[in-house]
């Protein structure tokens, strides 16, 4: 999952965390408001795996019982000898079929398993084309996915860590043996992931954030200085991002 894979979902990424910043703006519009950090990164980072993983757009700030958040909800439940399964099963894809019942809750399960393959239906029947995971991984199966060209030689001086796509050859012909099922298993694995590990990141930066003013200042000044430069003044660009220092710092300090 390189760079260039990223950049191409930057956008929907992006429009996500727009939305989520609109729907705050409105509910402070008349009176102030109180939010628990964590929900609303749990509920921020479900919009946008939802979207990126699975194709869906959701709104869990306004809509706070959706079946994505809820099942996401009941994913991070597993523990023990399921999630060790659970683990296994979406680590290798071809697992996912037998451990699916006594691995993940059988409701957990057949919502992943349904909301995939009437995604996939709708794409292939329809012809849509979206820069997301299922994407990428009817590319791989059709065996069309491949190193594109880009332009991360202008990534290259930014100074940090940038995610580069370097060819590889390819050894061996015919198509990835994968169904839904198994896109189901990967994807699944793909939005947890996301969302545990970024809703935990973030809490942790806006702690660090709080108890150091003068770092949260320097941040600050670094956003305000980049949104001068950006067309409409609001939204970034993938290779705008990735030319923020000191931002990265802040990430990669709090990692």
Excluded at 7 to 19: E, N
């Amino acid at each position: 999952f390189t760079g260039s894979k990223m950049r191409s979902m930057f956008g929907l990424l992006s429009k996500s965390a727009g939305d989520a910043m609109d729907r705050l703006v409105m509910f402070s519009r008349d009176k102030s408001f109180t939010m628990e950090l964590r929900d609303l990164y749990s509920r921020l980072g479900n919009d946008v795996m939802s979207s990126i993983s699975f194709g869906v757009e959701v709104d869990s700030l306004t809509d706070r019982e959706n079946e994505f958040f809820l099942k996401g909800k009941r994913l991070a439940q597993i523990d023990g000898l399921p999630g060790l399964k659970f683990l296994m099963a979406t680590t290798i894809p071809k697992v996912f079929r037998f451990l699916r019942l006594s691995g993940m809750y059988k409701d957990v399960n057949e919502f992943y398993l349904d909301a995939v393959s009437r995604n996939i239906k709708l794409r292939e029947t329809n012809r849509i084309t979206r820069p997301d995971f299922i994407h990428l991984l009817l590319q791989a199966r059709k065996n069309t996915l491949g190193a594109e060209k880009h332009d991360d030689e202008t990534l290259q001086d930014a100074g940090f860590s940038t995610a580069q796509t370097h060819a590889v050859e390819q050894k061996g012909e015919g198509k990835l043996s994968w169904e839904d099922i198994d896109i189901a298993g990967a994807t699944a694995s793909f939005f947890f992931g996301g969302i545990e590990t970024t809703t935990t990141l973030l809490c942790f930066a806006s702690y660090e954030l709080s108890i150091n003013p003068s770092i949260q200042d320097r941040l600050r000044a670094e956003i305000d200085e980049t949104r001068e430069e950006l067309e409409d003044g609001k939204t970034p660009t993938y290779e705008i991002l990735q030319k923020m220092k000191y931002l990265d710092m802040v990430v990669s300090e709090t990692l």
